[in-house]
């Protein structure tokens, strides 16, 4: 059972187009990171958001984490091929350590 | 400057056969997490130690499922009687401070050992 969900599940764009990835749960979290995972390796930190209505940019990446903190969204611009990968949103619980992953973005850009 | 690593990449198993995983996470590390991931979904935590002590053992889907960490530093998740559902990858992550992403504590993940149970 996974607290976090993603949309869309699977994405397929031109090189050049703009998409946005969201991250909904009706749960509050500390703080809520965005990973990329390519084939074979394990997810890779893109950013950590922590404050309710933050907005962080990361070259052509902007990440916002929700007022309520129950939710986040990803918005690339001018999307390349590079970008290709599996996208993960994960909470960080209020109450431990523990981190809970998204159910995954699976995003392909055609170059 | 070696990332966390797993052993073995591939693993191969017949159904009732155990098996164990290792992961070397990142020197100095004193957090670490085992995850368990389905094809094309996000990972699902299994277990968190702190140093040697296993804190959170509360994603561990059965009593089949054991992680250890006795010296603080390497650890092993061992699966007994292995099952057609236990295929899946097993990610390993160690966690430590890194400025530029938030503030926040990384973790940091190996390649994962994907696990077949014919």
């Given at each position: 059972?996974?607290?976090?969900e993603q949309s869309p599940q699977f994405l397929s764009i031109q090189e ?5 990835v969201y991250c909904n749960s009706s749960s509050v979290f500390s703080s ?80 | ?67 250890e960490r006795p010296e603080g530093s390497v650890s092993t998740l061992k ?40």
């Open positions: 059972t996974q607290l976090l050049g187009e703009n998409l946005t809520l990171q965005w990973y990329r995972q390519e084939p074979g390796e394990g997810p890779v930190l893109l950013v950590t958001v922590v404050t309710g209505g933050e907005v962080k940019k990361l070259k052509r990446l902007t990440f916002q984490f929700g007022d309520a903190r129950k939710d986040s969204s990803l918005h690339i611009t001018a999307a390349q091929p590079g970008d290709t990968g599996l996208y993960l949103c994960a909470g960080k619980s209020n109450t431990g350590n523990q981190f809970y992953f998204g159910t995954g973005t699976s995003l392909t850009v055609i170059p | 400057g070696a990332g966390v690593s797993q052993s073995p990449r591939y693993k191969v198993a017949k159904r009732g056969q155990d098996v164990a995983l290792r992961c070397d996470p990142i020197s100095g590390h004193v957090s670490l997490f085992w995850y368990q991931q389905a094809l094309g979904q996000g990972p699902e935590f299994l277990t968190y130690f702190q140093n040697e002590a296993q804190l959170d053992k509360s994603g561990l889907p059965s009593d089949r499922f054991f992680a699966i007994q009687r292995t099952q057609q559902e236990d295929s899946a990858v097993y990610l390993c992550a160690s966690r430590g401070f890194r400025q530029g992403t938030g503030g926040d504590y990384e973790q940091y993940f190996g390649p994962g050992t994907r696990l077949t149970v014919t």
